[in-house]
């Protein structure tokens, strides 16, 4: 009991980050903001935007929604393999999927975590949703920062690209992040 006591405290600490994404120190109130905007105004999804241009999903994730998007950060996208990022801007379809697994529908909070251990994304496949260690963990990505508001959804900031398990290769993909 002590052990599932501890683990609901450290989830809760985990998920008392503010409702809004730090941006050059500053804390933002986004809620009158949609999902790309709160994410470029961050400076620290250049990347995501990058892809999401690229593969034609900012007018969808600009729409009503409501969306969950577990967002890779700059950093997350640099620790893809080399020539994965590549790869994936250069086959607009592949660059799809990849985003499309990182985006549920329907706003997940916090707090509804807690009674899921999968979510189906928008590219129709699943990712596992764990507590491991007080961590909120997608996959085998972190979520650094929850609950970040939107007026058309919810932001969770993850430390690692989620690439489909049906996606990867060992010589294009990386060996994390995917749903067996």
């Given at each position: 009991?002590?052990?599932?006591?501890?683990?609901?405290?450290?989830?809760?600490?985990?998920?008392?980050?503010?409702?809004?994404?730090?941006?050059?120190?500053?804390?933002?109130?986004?809620?009158?903001?949609?999902?790309?905007?709160?994410?470029?105004?961050?400076?620290?999804?250049?990347?995501?935007?990058?892809?999401?241009?690229?593969?034609?999903?900012?007018?969808?994730?600009?729409?009503?929604?409501?969306?969950?998007?577990?967002?890779?950060?700059?950093?997350?996208?640099?620790?893809l393999p080399e020539g994965t990022l590549?790869?994936?801007?250069?086959?607009?379809?592949?660059?799809?999927?990849?985003?499309?697994?990182?985006?549920?529908?329907?706003?997940?909070?916090?707090?509804?975590?807690?009674?899921?251990?999968?979510?189906?994304?928008?590219?129709?496949?699943?990712?596992?949703?764990?507590?491991?260690?007080?961590?909120?963990?997608?996959?085998?990505?972190?979520?650094?920062?929850?609950?970040?508001?939107?007026?058309?959804?919810?932001?969770?900031?993850?430390?690692?690209?989620?690439?489909?398990?049906?996606?990867?290769?060992?010589?294009?993909?990386?060996?994390?992040?995917?749903?067996?």
């Open positions: 009991m002590k052990t599932l006591t501890f683990a609901l405290a450290a989830l809760m600490i985990t998920f008392a980050a503010p409702s809004a994404l730090q941006a050059n120190g500053k804390n933002e109130a986004p809620a009158k903001k949609d999902i790309v905007s709160v994410a470029l105004e961050a400076g620290s999804f250049k990347t995501l935007a990058t892809a999401l241009t690229e593969a034609g999903l900012v007018d969808a994730l600009q729409g009503d929604g409501p969306f969950t998007v577990f967002a890779p950060t700059d950093a997350a996208f640099a620790k590549e790869k994936l801007l250069s086959d607009r379809e592949a660059l799809k999927e990849v985003l499309l697994y990182h985006v549920v529908k329907g706003n997940v909070s916090s707090k509804q975590v807690v009674n899921l251990d999968k979510a189906t994304t928008l590219a129709g496949k699943d990712v596992r949703i764990a507590i491991d260690g007080g961590k909120v963990m997608i996959n085998s990505s972190e979520v650094t920062t929850a609950d970040v508001a939107a007026s058309n959804g919810v932001i969770h900031v993850i430390d690692e690209v989620l690439i489909p398990s049906t996606m990867k290769s060992e010589k294009t993909m990386s060996s994390k992040g995917g749903c067996n």
